[in-house]
């Protein structure tokens, strides 16, 4: 069972594909210039109601063995610690340690 | 070798425009936001929800078979008798406050 913060994450990832074209849609109204202000105004306000989750810079990439959110390696998913274990045990093929 | 003649900007506006009409491009010559980027930028979702791999838990088999099998789940059923006898010994979870003042916080020494 994943704890609590990757709950969270997993949580906020679905949110963010479920509202995507959405939000996109009324992100283009409001940042678009050649639209009357009102209009931008209004698209703006509607942004404001979408969930905290619904944002994509709300998602974090954690550790997908341990969960730990610092220090992770973006190419393999993995924090520093879950990255050695691995690698010493050899199941990150083409990783080995370095030795000269 | 003859010196270069300043070109005036209405001809550098018009080969602009024309550049714009050849590549199919929009002609912007005030850059003004059109919102643009948010339309043509890819859908970062998809990619996003398949990040932690997929986990099959005991709950979660349970659910997908709609009640036609079942696996007794012994880490939670413990986990219930755990709570059960807890609260027997009285060392149960506080009952929720149904208003502002019964509330544990409204008490707190700051």
Redesign the interface.
């Given at each position: 069972m994943p704890n609590a913060r990757v709950l969270r994450d997993i949580k906020a990832r679905n949110l963010v594909k479920a509202n995507e074209i959405t939000r996109r849609a009324y992100l283009y109204v409001a940042r678009n210039q050649s639209l009357p202000p009102q209009v931008r105004y209004q698209a703006q306000l509607q942004l404001n109601t979408f969930g905290k989750y619904t944002r994509p810079t709300t998602v974090k990439n954690r550790c997908t063995v341990s969960g730990r959110g610092r220090g992770i390696m973006s190419e393999f998913g993995l924090c520093r610690f879950q990255f050695r274990l691995k690698a010493l045990a050899g199941e990150i093929p083409g990783v080995q340690k370095a030795s000269w | 070798m003859a010196a270069l003649a300043p070109v005036p900007s209405s001809r550098l506006a018009a080969l602009t425009r024309l550049r714009c009409a050849v590549f199919q491009t929009s002609y912007n010559p005030t850059s003004?936001?059109?919102?643009?980027k948010?339309?043509r930028?890819r859908?970062?979702?998809?990619s996003?929800?398949e990040?932690?791999?997929k986990?099959l838990?005991v709950a979660k088999f349970n659910r997908l078979c709609l009640g036609q099998w079942k696996i007794v789940d012994t880490t939670e059923e413990t986990r219930l008798a755990d709570v059960e006898a807890k609260k027997k010994r009285g060392k149960g979870a506080p009952k929720k406050a149904k208003t502002k003042g019964d509330s544990r916080r409204s008490h707190r020494k700051r």
């Open positions: - | 003004a936001r059109t919102g643009a948010y339309l930028a859908l970062r979702g998809p996003m929800v990040y932690y791999p986990e838990t």
